[in-house]
């Protein structure tokens, strides 16, 4: 059966979580168990236990914080040892199946949301449900049952947002627009563009200052998505929701095209980082960091990294305005999913752990040290004018307004590795914006036949 995913399930969500909120829709619930797996408890007993836990929170602030969620965890368990292993997101795209499916399994894993991670890890049998875990934590009430979609998928893994929960989320997420406030005003620009052909307008006039407009690296092709996808939100606005859903749309409609145009057009300006596909995420953001661009497109991850960059102070954070709307539309959501692997002795300890670095104590703990909880505190926003501030006021204004997106890659099992290539492609000018929607929609269109 194919499966459509409807926009307001996802702006739904992210409407109670960035407010802080903890309702439900009416009578809603976490899914429904649909596996027998016996009892489960808050106790974890006082035997010895070594607790695997795989994560891909490598950055400054989002580092830090897991150090001291994990020497908290065990002072209140002395019993349990954490045994962390840390990756960086594309290495763990590559490493964690080979991991998961091997003798000695990880316990805890964050996964990937869609299709080609999750959704495969649950086809293969490789993680454990947790609706039992959520009832028995009370997930049910802290996240809103729309959000605990966004990690559920039916037993088989074939129908995303299906009946089982297979993982909680620790971290809100936005794909932006930082700009440097010095450099726009070398150019002569007062204000960071509010439209994806003012952003456009800007950059034209940073080059004609002299400056590097837009700090871009692709090395490790995960960024493409974001460049695109800022791009694409900007122009289709919640339209984004259907197409990634199939819901409507088709990639290779007006809205789809143009912003692979539009992208292909900074390149040819020389907008963007020579040699970008070459040039690694992390040199991009350390780049614009020293206030060596106008602007760098990348996420909330980056936050606490920013917060501490030698420009940091002229450090800001925005989003764009599609055509016809008030208030920006981005992609973001919620970060990877904590999840409990399918092999693992010690489901209550790791049931107990995720619970621990993803409830109200940890959010406390994210935003010290400069991170987005999946829902922030009731009155710990920090004020608007740095980088932090605008962080925050703009996930809790675009999430209330629906404007939040999903990662285009959620699409299809195969979506990830197909819209990487082609970004890379369509920067080196390897391709037409016309073919690379084609390839979009072909990958699409695969799925949709194999998945029926």
């Not at 594309?90 to 080609?116: E, F, I, M």
């Not at 940091?312 to 904590?338: C, H, N, Q, Y």
């Not at 999903?406 to 890379?424: H, M, R, V």
């Amino acid at each position: 059966m194919r499966f459509t995913r409807k926009a307001a399930l996802l702006a739904g969500a992210l409407t109670a979580v960035a407010l802080g909120l903890t309702a439900c829709a009416p009578g809603g619930s976490a899914p429904a168990a649909s596996h027998s797996l016996g009892p489960v408890s808050k106790s974890i007993g006082s035997g010895a236990i070594t607790l695997t836990v795989w994560d891909q929170n490598t950055d400054g602030g989002i580092d830090a914080a897991q150090k001291q969620l994990n020497a908290a965890f065990e002072k209140k368990y002395p019993n349990v040892t954490i045994k962390r292993v840390s990756r960086s997101f594309s290495d763990l795209k590559t490493t964690l199946k080979l991991a998961l499916s091997g003798d000695n399994p990880p316990d805890v894993v964050q996964a990937n949301q869609g299709y080609p991670d999750m959704g495969a890890f649950v086809k293969a049998g490789l993680l454990r449900p947790i609706n039992d875990y959520a009832g028995l934590y009370k997930w049910n009430d802290y996240y809103p049952s729309s959000l605990l979609k966004l990690n559920s998928f039916s037993s088989d893994g074939k129908t995303w947002q299906g009946d089982d929960l297979f993982g909680v989320s620790q971290t809100g997420e936005l794909v932006g627009l930082y700009y440097n406030k010095a450099v726009l005003q070398k150019a002569g620009i007062d204000s960071p563009p509010t439209t994806l052909q003012e952003l456009t307008d800007d950059m034209a006039k940073v080059k004609a200052a002299g400056d590097l407009p837009l700090s871009y690296g692709d090395v490790e092709k995960s960024p493409g998505i974001h460049l695109y996808g800022l791009a694409l939100s900007a122009l289709a606005g919640t339209k984004v929701n259907d197409l990634v859903s199939g819901s409507s749309g088709s990639w290779t409609d007006s809205n789809a095209v143009k912003a692979a145009s539009v992208v292909q057009g900074w390149q040819k300006a020389g907008y963007i980082t020579p040699g970008a596909n070459g040039v690694s995420r992390d040199a991009a953001v350390a780049a614009f960091g020293k206030g060596g661009a106008a602007f760098l497109v990348t996420g909330t991850w980056y936050l606490a990294t920013l917060a501490d960059a030698a420009a940091s102070k002229d450090i800001g954070f925005t989003a764009l305005k599609p055509a016809g709307s008030s208030t920006p539309v981005t992609m973001g959501g919620e970060g990877l999913a904590w999840a409990i692997t399918s092999k693992t002795k010690h489901a209550d300890a790791a049931a107990a752990y995720i619970d621990f670095v993803t409830d109200k104590n940890a959010s406390d703990v994210l935003v010290k040290t400069g991170n987005l909880p999946t829902v922030v505190p009731s009155g710990s926003a920090p004020a608007k004018g740095t980088v932090t501030g605008d962080i925050t006021a703009d996930y809790m204004t675009i999430s209330k307004s629906n404007g939040i997106t999903p990662y285009l890659d959620y699409a299809t099992p195969t979506f990830y590795d197909t819209i990487t290539a082609a970004a890379q492609d369509l920067v080196a000018l390897k391709t037409t914006p016309e073919q690379f929607g084609q390839t979009l929609q072909d990958d699409y269109a695969k799925f949709t036949k194999s998945n029926g």
